[in-house]
């Protein structure tokens, strides 16, 4: 966990309809583990009695040596650890791997296969044709066009990097937001969210508190040089940019002009 829980923070907000709640319950939204176990566990506590069985029965399904372990983590929060040595469940001893546990708990792959077949854009006579690729992403905008608003969440997490491309776009902030915890999204595709102008600065947000991503310097320099990003983080990343991105930043005029102005500082001041 090297950042805030985007998908957890809809739930708690109360922002999540009953058939995406139950949707979490069952464990088939599947983000990486600790959002997945974190909705479970605030789950046991929804109004609607259906969801509280179910996340409990989820969670029943998941061996407490799998849990002990995983609360191990130094980067497990108090209150999950609260939450489960309240039933006896207590963090394993010994280290643990921080990179060990983004698969989620409850794998429900093969009850999705529908859904990745739905989405299967790789004819390769579709390929192999000039402006195949063109072709390609305008089917895979159809079939998304089509879904509903829970199978478009699916995608979100459990899609290939074309669908990603394209929900984490989606007006839907809660689906543009779960694009950033599907477990399948590689920092390249990071690299390439941050330099877009399209997305919510919800997404800009959470790739600046991922401390991971940022330690990526064209993530880094894609925030710092995308407009959309909000001017306090874009204001704090100026430290990190060498002399010659600073120098392109203080002259570019798609980005605010204190940004512009803060950079042509550093520029002289590195001269000095």
Do not use: C
Not at 32 to 57: C, F, G, K, W
Request: negative net charge.
């Amino acid at each position: 966990m090297n950042g805030p829980n985007p998908l957890l923070e809809f739930f708690k907000r109360g922002e999540v309809a009953r058939d995406v709640r139950l949707l979490a319950a069952q464990g088939a939204l599947a983000p990486r583990a600790h959002e997945q176990l974190a909705i479970l566990v605030l789950l046991l506590d929804d109004a609607d009695q259906e969801i509280r069985e179910t996340a409990r029965a989820t969670l029943d399904t998941i061996p407490h040596e799998t849990i002990a372990a995983f609360l191990a983590r130094s980067d497990v929060s108090l209150a999950l650890r609260e939450f489960f040595a309240d039933r006896g469940v207590y963090p394993a001893e010994g280290a643990v791997e921080e990179a060990g546990a983004e698969e989620p708990f409850v794998d429900t792959t093969s009850a999705e296969e529908s859904l990745v077949d739905a989405t299967d854009t790789s004819d390769e006579s579709l390929l192999g044709e000039e402006g195949g690729e063109e072709r390609r992403r305008e089917s895979i905008t159809q079939k998304l066009q089509k879904m509903s608003f829970t199978e478009r969440l699916k995608a979100a997490v459990k899609g290939t990097r074309e669908m990603r491309a394209i929900l984490v776009r989606d007006t839907n902030k809660m689906i543009s937001v779960a694009v950033m915890s599907s477990p399948k999204l590689t920092e390249q595709e990071v690299e390439g969210i941050s330099r877009m102008a399209s997305v919510s600065e919800d997404v800009l947000r959470i790739i600046a508190h991922n401390r991971n991503w940022m330690k990526n310097y064209k993530v880094a320099l894609g925030l710092a040089k995308n407009p959309k990003t909000p001017l306090a983080i874009s204001m704090n990343l100026i430290g990190r940019l060498n002399n010659q991105d600073l120098t392109q930043l203080s002259m570019d005029r798609n980005v605010p002009e204190p940004l512009r102005i803060a950079a042509r500082k550093k520029v002289v001041a590195n001269r000095i």
